[in-house]
């Protein structure tokens, strides 16, 4: 149980295009979405906390328009690298918040690598 | 602000060899500390939760405590497969709930 699944999981794009990555919660309902971006080395940053029907919240520093992040059911959130930039090529994870089991714990997608060129 | 502080940043041990990883923290009002497992190019992977002094977990080779100020990650008898990256990470109470993460201990264990 607890799974949370993330596509693409790697995408190569061209300076200037606009990139979506799609987190879902597999077999649990998830008020709660989150995205992290993680360098080399380094651990999870995070980014926004997403919650369902609702405009996401960003961390101090991440820019609102850039990364548009959508949560339109409980179980699918979305990110978009608006724009792209070599500077924003980063591995981007997404957890779930699950209510259900450990309190609350959040679950990982596998990550999304993403190179701008 | 929220802290955690993981140490050591790297620990090499042969297989069977016992040890301990540190996660120290502080927090206004802790909700639960937990721990992941990552392994290069994937998303953490749950371990543990703990949510108060005095606590502990296990599973398998894996042991987690937990007390006012620091959490421990105890691994018995080492196998090269528990080789990852162990994240410790700290959710505060209140409305806006996060987590705080530590930059993690890389463990290399050796056949």
């Known amino acids: 149980g607890a799974v949370v699944s993330q596509h693409p999981s790697r995408v190569i794009c061209k300076s200037g295009t606009s990139v979506k990555i799609e987190c879902r919660s597999l077999d649990f309902q998830a008020t709660t979405m989150f995205w992290y971006r993680q360098f080399p080395k380094q651990s999870l940053m995070l980014m926004a906390t997403?919650?369902?029907?609702?405009?996401?919240?960003?961390e101090q520093g991440v820019e609102k328009d850039k990364f548009l992040i959508n949560h339109a059911s409980l179980t699918l959130s979305t990110l978009t690298v608006t724009s792209a930039h070599p500077e924003d090529s980063s591995f981007y994870i997404c957890s779930a918040d699950n209510t259900i089991g450990a309190l609350d714990t959040q679950y990982f997608g596998p990550g999304t690598r993403l190179t701008v060129l | 602000e929220d802290q955690v502080t993981q140490s050591p940043e790297a620990l090499r041990l042969q297989e069977g060899e016992s040890s301990s990883l540190n996660c120290s923290y502080t927090?206004?009002?802790?909700?639960?500390l937990f721990w992941y497992r990552q392994d290069p190019g994937k998303g953490p992977e749950f371990l543990f939760t703990l949510y108060s002094a005095g606590e502990e977990k296990e599973k398998e080779r894996l042991k987690a405590t937990l007390t006012k100020k620091e959490s421990f990650l105890h691994i018995t008898a080492p196998k090269p497969e528990d080789s990852a990256t162990y994240l410790c990470a700290v959710g505060r109470g209140g409305s806006n709930y996060k987590l705080t993460f530590g930059k993690g201990t890389l463990l290399t264990v050796n056949p």
């Open positions: 997403s919650n369902e029907g609702s405009k996401a919240t960003y």
């Open positions: 927090v206004s009002g802790l909700r639960g």
